[in-house]
Structure formats: C-alpha cells, structure tokens
C-alpha cells in the first residue's frame, strides 16, 4: 500500500504551486504588461519583478480610475537633495483582475522587519509572497539579499519564519522562497532542510551557482535530492533554469518530479512559449510584440520599460527593429509597426504619460486640419485672455491635470481592506478614457 503524500495545507487566499508552468521573477522585463501577455498565452502564474522592502515601505495604495490598475506610489527622497522631488513614482502596478489568484510578490530584503512591512502593504492584493534569495547582483548582494541570504541561512530562516507568521497567516497566503544552488549538494540539502521547516508553501531553485553566469547551462544534479526534501517537508518544489517551453516543461518535471517549472529568458524573449505546440505553439514576433504594446497602452507602463523589452522582442536583424529604436512614444511605435488599431489608445496613452510632445511619426491625414483647429482654437483663447487681463493659461499633462475627481465606490478593495479600512488614496484625477478601461 503506498502512503499519501504529506502536503501542507495551502492557505484560503493562496495557490498551490504543484502542476503550475510559471512565469519568473524578473527586474524590468517582469513588470504588468509582460506578465498579462504570459498569462495571456497560458503561464499558469506570474512573479513580479523583485521589490525591495524599503522602496515599498511607506507607499500609498490607490486604484488608477482610468484602467483599474492598482498602483502603489511614492514620492522618491529625492537623495538627500534639498529641493523635494514633486513626481511619484508608481513602485509597483498590479491588475486586480486579470493577476487574481495567479500573482505572487517577490521581495528583495535582509531584514525580518522591513520584510513583514513590506509584504503587509501588497498581501490583500496577491497571491503569495516569494522571497528573493538568488539575485547575484552587487545591488542585490551588497545589502545582504539576494543569493547572500544563502550565506547568511539564520537570517533567510527568520525572514521566513516572519513573513509566514506575520504576514501568511493573517493574509492566509502563501509564503515562498526562491534559492540557487550551492557549491556542493550537501551545502545545498543542509540549507533546503533548514527552510522547509519554516512554515513555506513552496520552494523555487534555479539550477546554477551564485557565481555561475546566466549562459552557462544549468546544472540539474541537485534536484532530485532538493525534490525529496521538499516533498518530504510536504512543500511544492519548482525547477528554473534553461526551461524554455510549456511542453519542455511538462517533461522536465516528469523527468526530475518536480511540481512546477519556471520560465524567465525564453518568456522575456516570445512569452508564447507557455503555448502548448498543440495549442500552435511559439508565435510570429510581431503578433506577441502586437500584444504586448496593447497591455502597455492599456496599464500606461512606464515608456522606457516598454522600449527596453521591446529591443528584445523585435529581432535585431529585422529592418523594423532600427526603425523603432528611435521610436519616442507609443504612437510612433504603432505607426512604425502599421498596427493602425492601436493608435487612437496609444496617442491617449502618450498624452497620459506625457510622451505626445516627442513624437517623431508625422500626425495621420485627417488629423493635421483638428490639430490646426485646436491650435487656432487655443490661440483665440489666449488672446481672449489676454484683451480681458487674465493670467496665461499653463499647459499641463491630463495624468496631471485631470477632469475630476474618481469615483471613490467602484475601487477595488484590497481583501484585507474588506475587513479593515485602510487609506486609499483618491487625490489623482481622471481624464476621460473609456476605451483603455480592462
Ligand atoms: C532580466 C532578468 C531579470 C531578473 N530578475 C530577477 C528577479 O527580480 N528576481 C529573481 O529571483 N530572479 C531574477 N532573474 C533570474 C530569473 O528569475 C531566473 O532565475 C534565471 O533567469 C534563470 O532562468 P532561465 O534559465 O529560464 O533564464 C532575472 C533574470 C533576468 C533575465
């Protein structure tokens, strides 16, 4: 007779991580749009890229009215200079509907404390919280995260055993942790051993060294020894590195037995690669880079973001890909790539994020006569204004300007907040944009 075998429980607002094809973490590539396109094309969850603690602690929540995005901002410290920077930037943007129940958190943080404070801002909002143990980057390293928490294992054990006390247990989601492996596998089952009894739902390894660079092929010898540990602790064990597709994936995880798989370069470069070949397979680059452009017009993604992902998705060799390099906004984007339906959001997108003043594509016919009409409507004006004294009008950007204030009942409440209010804040105002609402 052959036992069960032992899981633990997965909390009510949680997600269990087994017979799951992921999307990895990843810093710039990771953010909402490539994460909608990926669970677009089937990846069974997303990661957000890393955060870290203290870039989220003190952010305020607050729901974009205009796409229902939920976007936590902050005004940055402006480095210690003396004149206070004005602009927020948006930390973290998340889509409430679209990411339910598939979005999991991941932190950057050496710290218990900023670690539970961090966390208890976004867990109404996600479905798990995965703590970043394997970046090898100095930024990451210097501070004592990353893959130097793998050095420092008292120290991953206590976060750990916080975020599940503090933050899992009352949020009743999951907490994670995504590791590397080390030098030797009795290192690397001396520390799975120690995290598993830690109260965590899942562990995530990438199958390399800290020291390993990304080209250099990942190392599977440790995982079944990682595997064994984690079922027998009942905890979902998922694989990373060099996994490139769904199918690859499914086999993959049959081969070592492992629950999950986590895809990060082979989804940063055509996301379609969570397609099945028998649901068609990888998909010609210009329908993914179609798709994408949409998701970042509809969530108003931060424009240099989506032209550095865009560098990766268009092929070098392709003649469109120097043409839009030079692109300055997203209607250029969209006119230099003929997709003609996505214009008239893009130019709404452009206005928004204050790009519209930078195009460099020539206005389409038809266009050029209302522009000449609201410049001469605008010019009547001002000289109205001046004949009656009145100051000079300013020219503000609608993110900015606005035309009223939201409408403060249909913001999505974070679950936390359905029992406890909590401060939203309402103070951004919306210019009329119905058609880039989810
Ligand atoms: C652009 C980029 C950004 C990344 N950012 C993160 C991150 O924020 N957190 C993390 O744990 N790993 C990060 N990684 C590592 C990946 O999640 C993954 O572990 C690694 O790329 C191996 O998977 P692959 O072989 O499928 O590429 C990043 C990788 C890339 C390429």
Same mark, same amino acid.
């Given at each position: ?368 006569? @209302? %522009? $000449?009409? +609201?410049?001469? /409507? ?6 109205? !204004?001046?004949? &009656?004294?009145?100051? @000079? %009008? $300013?020219? +503000?950007?609608? /993110? ?6 939201? !409408?403060?009942? &249909? ?28």
């Amino acid at each position: 007779m052959t036992s069960t075998p032992k899981r633990v429980p997965i909390p009510a607002n949680g997600v269990d991580y087994r017979g799951k094809i992921v999307l990895a973490p990843m810093v710039r590539s990771g953010e909402l749009p490539s994460r909608l396109l990926a669970l677009k094309y089937g990846a069974d969850l997303v990661w957000g890229p890393e955060t870290i603690d203290k870039a989220l602690v003190g952010a305020c929540r607050r729901v974009n009215p205009r796409n229902g995005t939920i976007e936590f901002t902050r005004v940055p410290s402006n480095g210690g200079r003396k004149e206070k920077a004005t602009q927020e930037s948006i930390i973290y943007r998340l889509d409430p509907v679209r990411e339910k129940g598939k979005l999991i958190f991941q932190i950057g943080t050496a710290s218990p404390e900023l670690a539970v404070q961090a966390a208890s801002l976004v867990a109404g909002d996600v479905a798990g919280i995965d703590v970043n143990s394997g970046c090898p980057k100095p930024f990451s390293t210097s501070g004592g995260m990353g893959a130097a928490l793998l050095r420092t294992p008292d120290k991953l054990v206590a976060i750990l055993e916080a975020l599940v006390k503090e933050v899992g247990t009352p949020h009743q989601i999951g907490i994670s942790v995504k590791i590397r492996i080390l030098e030797t596998p009795e290192l690397t089952e001396t520390l799975v051993k120690r995290l598993v009894a830690t109260g965590i739902t899942g562990l995530t390894v990438h199958c390399r060294t800290t020291p390993m660079r990304p080209r250099e092929r990942a190392i599977r010898d440790q995982l079944r020894m990682i595997r064994e540990i984690c079922h027998d602790a009942g905890i979902a064990c998922v694989m990373n590195g060099d996994v490139t597709s769904r199918d690859e994936a499914l086999a993959l995880m049959q081969e070592y037995g492992v629950d999950g798989a986590m895809i990060a370069t082979s989804a940063e470069a055509n996301s379609s690669c969570f397609r099945s070949e028998a649901d068609g397979g990888l998909l010609p680059w210009r329908d993914v880079v179609h798709d994408y452009l949409r998701f970042c017009i509809e969530s108003e993604n931060r424009f240099g973001n989506t032209k550095y992902l865009l560098n990766i998705l268009i092929p070098g060799k392709d003649k469109e890909f120097k043409e839009a390099k030079n692109a300055k906004c997203y209607a250029d984007y969209c006119h230099m790539l003929h997709f003609d339906d996505l214009i008239a959001d893009a130019r709404r997108a452009d206005e928004i994020l204050n790009l519209s003043h930078k195009s460099i594509t020539n206005p389409p016919p038809g266009d050029d006569a @209302r %522009s $000449k009409a +609201v410049e001469n /409507a605008m010019a009547h004006n001002e000289s109205a !204004r001046a004949a &009656s004294g009145a100051p @000079r %009008s $300013k020219h +503000v950007s609608p /993110a900015v300007s606005g035309v009223g204030p939201i !409408r403060t009942k &249909s913001i999505p409440k974070s679950r936390t907040e359905e029992k406890t209010p909590v401060e939203v804040d309402v103070s951004i105002q919306a210019p009329q944009n119905p058609e880039l609402t989810v």
